[in-house]
């Protein structure tokens, strides 16, 4: 079977532990309020880093905009990048990691309206290149089915830290380039899902924006593994994009968590106000019923206390009331 070639180091291994560290803060935040509009801000930022790595001209404020249905100035193409990217983002939790199909239909999704031949490897011969020139030819298109099987067979077999799995297997892709274009997204997008297997909160953390952040660095590190014929460079430069990630979650979730504490005090809350809201912060599917058994008022109680949280701008329903969800609000 093939094995990529890599190289676990001391520094590796010290990221992995920083990283685990980490994830044990974030299983903390997740528990408070607001999870679910966190969620949604690090989409839109997900979305907007990993196209704007690749040129796109809109803005964080404008994706959102188009995500709410409204009308954004802007190319055809780059508002057709984002319609695919969020199409393709919306997916994420459907993606199985090891599934070569599931990855050439994240692909269709991105690219369906940019390119002829969306969700299908490339049939010519590419090259990767900068203002500088061309600095990685990509192995010819003939070899692309069975170079993508023997990943997805390492993908499969493997027993390596999913961590570690999730930066190798982004790097040997983008070498791999199977794509004619959309394979820095695809790329990106993938790690996500592998992280996702691995801690379910990866799939809401915006590491690409953090990669855009640190972009001539994401490909210096691509550049460096090329001529080290290994991907151990590539591999030390994400674990250290995974952890500033994961430590701006933590501030994000800090500062929304400080944000709600005053609105808050602001505000006249019972014991049973309060109990309703932790539970929804816990489950934003909560129904009234389970809401009522768990507080131990009745069901009448309940909406009351809701109808308030509302009129007070701190509780809003998502959806319909038989298949929509809470979302506590700032």
Known sequence: MYKPPYTINTKIIKQISKISELI????????????LKLRKENRVRSITGTLQIEGNTLDEEQITSLINGKIVLGTMSEIEEVKGAIKAYDNINNYRYKN???????????MQNLLENAGKYRTSN???GTQDGVTHVAPPSNMVAKLMKNLFDWLEGTDEHLLIV?????????FIHPFSDGN????RLWQSVILKEFKELFAYIPIESIVKSNQSRYYQALEDSGSVGECTPFIEFMLEILEKSLREYVKQSQKLGEKLGEKLGEIKLTQNRKAILKLIAKNHFITISELSVKVGISTTAIENNIKYLKEHNLLKRVGSDTSGSWEIVL
């Not at 070569?100 to 991105?110: G, I």
């Not at 820095?184 to 790329?187: A, L, Q, S």
Request: proline residues 0%.
């Open 24 to 35: 044990a803060d974030v299983k903390y935040i997740n528990k408070t309020y607001n999870t």
């Open 100 to 110: 070569e199909k599931d990855l050439l239909k994240a692909h269709k999704f991105l």
């Open 126 to 128: 590419v090259g990767v």
């Open 166 to 174: 999730s930066c190798v297997f982004h790097y040997e892709f983008e």
């Open 184 to 187: 820095g997204r695809v790329g």
